[in-house]
């Protein structure tokens, strides 16, 4: 199984037009609720979605529903104003989830 | 423990026996499925882990300089100078399969394989902090590719994870207890018949010998 996929960048415009210049597909969304009908199509035809910590925040639940399948890696990225803290925070669940305590030390 | 509803009979416990038997290999199975997931997923935790700690860190430099750029600049040049992207990148997916879960392994291919030569605009009207910017972001691409799979793995390994632990829970503390208490109950139940039954028959032989008069001596 090999097919070409899109990357995605979904994100507010200073953040994300930079990565325009690296061949990215890039969309821009102010808000949570703008955001929410671009991710829902990017889904369909990308392979992974780079979203920006603002936006990842007001979307958990629909970001959730993917991360049991395959297809696509929603993966959240600092936006310009730096890091939330939001990616760690996401890979903790992960943690609790699988073995059932946090072991990452804080 | 509550015992199933069944028969007390002699094909019952066959069954049953069989039953407690698969359950027990399963069980066995699942757990050692469940150690070997748990390993794969503490390995690409940690590497999830510092990729992360390593992106974060090299895009907030990317973003330093990419916002002193949007400030030498209008935002109408800016957005003008990066219109037209001179770079595309396409994505193959595999995947590869850790212990029955299928992981994505990506495969990324850029139209311009040199990365000096990016820039999609002249250099008179930008500012140089965007040439470092973009020069700074097509370096660690690379990394948040890689982060994107190991982050997907882990997040995949995670659910698979928690299926399989509650599969061998069930099977440690509900149906194996379960059988084993139907089990107990049957050969106890025909026990107690057997035992019925020999009294009965004792019974019979005396009342039998009483009759031929060999009764009362």
Redesign the interface.
């Known amino acids: 199984?090999?097919?070409?996929?899109?990357?995605s960048v979904l994100g507010d415009r200073?953040?994300v037009?930079?990565?325009?210049?690296?061949?990215?597909d890039t969309h821009f969304a102010e808000t949570p609720d703008e955001a929410r009908p671009i991710l829902k199509k990017l889904a369909r035809d990308s392979?992974?979605i780079?979203i920006t910590e603002n936006l990842a925040a007001g979307l958990k639940s629909d970001i959730d529903a993917y991360?049991?399948r395959?297809?696509p890696?929603i993966?959240t990225?600092?936006?310009?104003s730096?890091?939330l803290g939001l990616?760690?925070s996401?890979?903790k669940s992960?943690?609790e989830?699988?073995?059932?305590a946090n072991i990452?030390e804080t | 423990m509550a015992r199933l509803n069944v028969n007390p009979t002699r094909m019952e416990l066959t069954r049953l026996k069989n039953r407690v038997r698969t359950a027990r290999r399963g069980h066995k199975l699942l757990k050692d499925k469940r150690d070997e997931l748990m390993k794969q997923f503490l390995d690409f935790m940690r590497r999830d882990r510092d990729l992360r700690r390593k992106t974060e860190e090299a895009l907030g430099r990317f973003y330093g300089s990419f916002n002193v750029a949007s400030a030498l600049m209008s935002p109408e040049m800016l957005e003008q100078a990066l219109l037209y992207p001179k770079q595309s990148a396409a994505l193959t997916m595999k995947t590869r399969n850790i212990m029955s879960v299928n992981v994505p392994v990506y495969t990324f291919k850029t139209r311009n394989s040199d990365p000096a030569d990016i820039a999609p605009y002249g250099y008179a009207a930008t500012s140089g902090e965007l040439d470092d910017a973009l020069d700074a972001l097509a370096e660690i691409f690379g990394d948040l590719l890689e982060l994107a799979q190991i982050e997907k793995a882990v997040h995949l390994l995670a659910g698979e994870i928690e299926k399989t632990r509650r599969r061998v829970n069930a099977l440690e503390y509900v149906m194996i207890p379960q059988l084993e208490e139907t089990i107990r109950y049957i050969s106890m139940k025909l026990d107690e018949n057997e035992r019925g039954n020999l009294t009965r028959l004792m019974k019979v032989k005396d009342m039998m010998l009483k009759q031929a008069g060999y009764g009362a001596e």
């Open positions: 199984m090999s097919e070409s996929f899109a990357i200073g953040s037009l930079g990565f325009r210049a690296i061949g990215l392979a992974i780079y991360t049991d395959v297809t890696a993966i990225i600092p936006g310009k730096g890091s990616g760690m996401q890979l992960a943690v989830r699988a073995v059932g990452l």
